[in-house]
């Protein structure tokens, strides 16, 4: 039984994982956080990880270990957040550290419950939605940068007596909500992450800048339509993007009324956000592999199996593939060519 005394830990200490477990361990949860890099396991430890931001500035020292193997024992809760390229070898090293009752809450981007579901099994996975942006300055030194809510919920979208146990937990770190239609949650995100993030590392331009150019929201309007496309083949209801942005409403209807007022909210979207950098871009900067396969990539697979076309999804996949390989330069020129140009 899920409690204030459950064992619990965080794989993964970057922005969300590093915030999420040092105010768990503030609060008085039993937390271990594993962190890849010997150098957070030493802050955490002695002067403790520096959160700051939207939650104000704290020092919490908490239990932290390198690796999964060197976990103090089985554990109830744990908070999975590495990202979606190290999930499959992760959860695997988790396996001995989970007893018949664990939960495993995923907190990554795109859709990994399935895949963490496949190895771990399906009552043990919890979906979770992270509404809410961090990063990491430093290493150990992670800001808070905008608020919002976890949502939670089943991945069979049915009822789980463990959700307001979870919710309990988690609300020492911002609010939570628990829905029956979590992948609707997922996928919302989803989608706005394979528009923004993506289109960030194909151009590698700030979101503001980005955004301002017509023939790029042509191509994220392009991006959710496949996405939606996809989504009612397999009988997914899209929940609207942080409650706001209506995809259904956006997309569904193909006139010019509609068709001008996506062309605006993605306007304000841009001006909101204008200083945002993709996180994608970042990750190709640093000669890192991206998480390209769980945000386009998703949206190609399940196209792909229901016979829905994915055009404009498939060629952001290619090119973001084609960059890490060093075949491709990151550059608006990539957008010059098919698909994309007989969108224009």
């Known amino acids: ?105 995923s907190l990554q981007n795109g859709i990994c419950e399935d895949a963490l579901a496949a190895i771990l099994g399906r009552d043990i996975v919890i979906g979770c939605v992270v509404g809410w942006g961090a990063t990491m300055h430093l290493p150990g030194n992670l800001e808070m940068t905008s608020k919002g809510e976890f949502v939670i919920g089943n991945i069979a979208n049915k009822p789980d007596i463990r959700l307001p146990l979870i919710r309990d937990i988690l609300s020492s770190v911002l609010p939570v909500k628990i829905s029956e239609n979590i992948i609707g949650y997922l996928y919302s995100k989803l989608i706005i992450n394979s528009c923004i993030t993506s289109l960030g590392a194909v151009c590698g331009l700030h979101l503001g800048e980005m955004l301002k150019l017509k023939n790029i929201r042509v191509i994220f309007i392009a991006i959710m339509k496949e996405a939606m496309k996809v989504a009612d083949a397999m009988k997914i209801k899209v929940e609207p993007y942080r409650g706001i942005l209506d995809y259904n409403m956006l997309v569904g209807r193909d006139n010019f009324i509609f068709n001008q007022l996506a062309h605006l909210m993605i306007k304000i979207v841009g001006m909101k956000f204008r200083l945002l950098k993709s996180s994608m871009l970042q990750s190709l900067e640093r000669g890192r592999k991206t998480e390209i396969d769980f945000l386009n990539g998703y949206i190609c697979e399940n196209g792909r199996k229901y016979n829905v076309p994915i055009p404009v999804n498939d060629a952001i996949v290619k090119i973001i593939k084609e960059i890490e390989a060093g075949k491709r330069g990151i550059s608006l020129k990539n957008f010059e060519e098919e698909p994309f140009a007989g969108l224009f």
């Open 1 to 105: 039984m899920l409690s204030k005394q459950s064992k619990i830990a965080v794989i993964g200490a970057g922005g969300v994982g590093g915030i999420t477990g040092a105010l768990l361990a503030q609060a008085g949860y039993d937390v271990e956080i594993v962190c890849k890099h010997q150098e957070i396991v030493d802050l955490a430890k002695s002067s403790g990880m520096h959160i700051m931001g939207m939650r104000g500035e704290h020092y919490v020292r908490m239990n932290a270990v390198k690796d999964i193997k060197e976990l103090s024992g089985k554990k109830d809760i744990v908070f999975h957040a590495t990202k979606a390229t190290d999930m499959i070898d992760s959860a695997k090293e988790l396996i001995p550290f989970l007893n018949k009752d664990s939960v495993v809450v």
